[in-house]
């Protein structure tokens, strides 16, 4: 695919889940393998993942990012992954050229951690696609970091994939754990709220789902904290008018989990 001003470079949401995802063929990682059958080979991607919360907004800008376990009381085999994709400093440099809104600074000490190498690793499972992560400013409301990805949208006429990872439904408190391998298990406030936010997404009404604490009641229940809805934030700021959203790994998890991701493909 060119990446022209017509011909975009794919923007993705992926719904990341469980840690365990990275080491396990289901459903959800075969439907990550798949979409990546639809995927052009980018020069770098840029993530930015629900698990990196800052006060200001910071870019790796390492040449070798460490693979982050950033998670407890899983299985060994978990820990001994290591995605060991190449930093762009160049891209992390361009990043900060490119957001004007807010100063980006340069972060040498974060790496790579699970919300982005575990689902990445199945679109681009060699490791050899150069990933610079972006963190979130948790300080900030919605409309900020909508404001700050819309800068982000030259960069896919430049040949980088951004790529980000969350959940639209995250709420681990509520999880039903007796039906943890039921697939497609959702409660009805968390199916209500998936399906809302995904026909919201096809009409195109951004302000809406900006403000989707104003626009839904079930926001509170299906993300309690904003973390994991952000990332979507990121990627629908990034939208053309040739982009065809296309839905993937469509379902609940254990009730209050949505594994629903995105492509927005010209």
Known sequence: METNGKNLMPALFLGHGSPMNAIEDNIYTQGFEEIAKQLPTPKAILCISAHWETIGTFVTAMDKPKTIHDFGGFPKRLFEIEYLAPGSPDLAKLVTKTVTSTKVELDYNWGLDHGCWSVIKFLFPNADIPIVQMSIDYTKPAAYHYQLAKKLTSLRQQGIMLIASGNIVHNLRMINWRHIEDVGFGFDWAQSFNNKIKQLIMDGEHERLIHI??????????????????????????????????????????????????????
């Open 213 to 266: 604490e104003e626009n839904d009641k079930n926001y509170q229940l299906a993300a309690p904290a904003a973390d994991h809805y952000l990332p979507l934030l990121y990627i629908l700021a990034t939208q053309t008018k040739n982009d065809i959203p296309i839905f993937f790994n469509d379902s609940l998890v254990g009730g209050s989990l949505s594994m629903t991701s995105l492509l927005l493909q010209s």
